[in-house]
């Protein structure tokens, strides 16, 4: 049973295997956050382990995540959860099957990059 303190911890995913991605998510990460890195919902353990996290970053185009579609179906359907999930690149059909499980927003790579300080400051209450 996590904790209040476990609860208010400042934490997100980055669902990506790319050592450059995270590389420059962990440059932009603010002092007091803490990254979850996985490229697959088991890696992070039960869904109060996900629900433990403020917002996750998923890379579309990475070859590691082997559904990037249905990890966002598993973690809206099955986890029933409404973590806020960031999507970077992707083709346009990739997005709108993304969009068709209720991925929150989409960036080519570079733009939500740039992004990242609003997202920390947005999910840092």
Known sequence: MPSISDRMRKRF??????????AVVATTTPEGWEMTEATDLDDLGDW???LLHRFMLLNLDDPEIADPIELIDTLRREYQLNIAVFCL????????AARSVRADRFFDRDVGLQRLPEFFAQFGW
């Open 13 to 22: 995913i980055l669902m990506a295997s790319d050592p450059e991605l995270r």
């Open 89 to 96: 690149g992707g083709s346009q059909e990739r997005r709108d």
């Open 48 to 50: 109060q382990e996900v």
